[in-house]
């Protein structure tokens, strides 16, 4: 019984040295991943101001001085550049070791589903760990979550940011509360975007007005619809647009299948190892 549980403990040690192994790769894998994405991101954001500030309000875009213009023009391009920076701060972000409820989150990434859509996000214990301590492939995969989270998170700032310049020029209606926007891009169903319209999000937003007369101290709500045009960057539309991402973003899934695998072949010897264990306490501890 002794040599079985010591060729199981083997069998674990020499899974955590391919979940090692695994994570050097995914390093790599990001890196190159995420290079190619700010590249992408920056491209994007000037074509999805070009639409917004031409197509969809052109009189409010005229309205500005030519000087206005190429100041806009150059805040868009900034916030562009600065996509790169945070997006690559995303692998040196400590790796956080969540205790959770599911085991099984990061499989439905497999599907080709945006991760921000599949996460849970209820984590019963939080724990901030170098990446360097990875060793079991549950910590990989959410170091994995980690990232493909981040990434939704960042191209939402900057899209955010692009639209409160867009407001204080003007271009989008001043008089809407940030908040208001975030929220339309946070509750946007991906299914229901316009492919016309990449990375340019399209609704109505209802907003309360209140009036009143001098000689009526009762105030009257009316509900006011306002039809908004926002900068949405979505990764899904991003990466349609750019074939490397394409291949590296396979290259990323194709190896998360591999550890979700390493992940099954993990917890079964560890199951088979505590049976072992609970056996050999067992006659340890039996009489007659």
């Known amino acids: 019984m002794t040599g079985k549980i010591h060729h199981l403990k083997q069998e674990l040690v020499a899974l955590e040295t391919k979940t090692i192994e695994f994570v050097e790769i995914f390093r790599n894998l990001y890196q190159s991943y995420l290079d190619s994405l700010s ?8 074509l999805a101001g070009y639409q917004l500030c031409t197509h969809k309000y052109p009189q409010e875009f005229l309205q500005l001085s030519y000087s206005q213009r190429q100041k806009l023009q150059e805040e868009i391009k900034q916030i562009g550049k600065n996509a790169h920076q945070k997006l690559l701060e995303l692998l040196t972000k400590k790796h956080q070791k969540v205790k959770r409820e ?3 989150i990061l499989e439905e990434m497999l599907m ?21 301590n990875i060793q079991k492939p549950d910590d990989l995969l959410d170091w994995i979550q980690q990232i493909d989270k981040g990434i939704i998170q960042v191209l939402d700032k900057l899209s955010m940011e692009l639209n409160e310049q867009l ?8 008089q809407l509360p940030k908040q208001v926007i975030s929220m339309a891009i946070q509750a946007e169903v991906p299914e229901h ?22 000689e009526n101290a009762e105030e009257d709500n009316t509900n006011q619809i306002t039809k908004l045009i926002a900068i949405h960057l979505r990764l899904t539309e991003i ?8 291949l590296q973003r396979k290259q990323i899934r194709q190896l998360l299948d591999q550890t979700i695998q390493l992940k099954k072949q993990y917890y079964k010897k560890q199951k088979e190892c505590a049976i072992a264990e609970a056996e050999s306490a067992w006659r340890a501890a039996w009489y007659e």
Request: aromatic content about 2%; hydrophobic content about 30%.
């Open 239 to 246: 990466e349609f647009t750019d074939p490397n991402l394409t």
């Open 167 to 174: 407001q204080k020029y003007k271009i989008l209606p001043p």
């Open 39 to 46: 590249q992408s991101v920056s491209k994007q954001l000037i």
């Open 102 to 104: 599911s085991m099984n």
């Open 112 to 132: 080709g589903i945006e991760s921000a859509e599949v996460l849970n996000d209820a984590p019963q214990e939080v724990k901030e760990e170098d990446l360097s």
């Open 193 to 214: 975007t316009s492919s016309s319209n990449p990375n340019l999000l399209d609704v109505l937003i209802e907003t309360e007005s209140k009036t009143s007369e001098p």
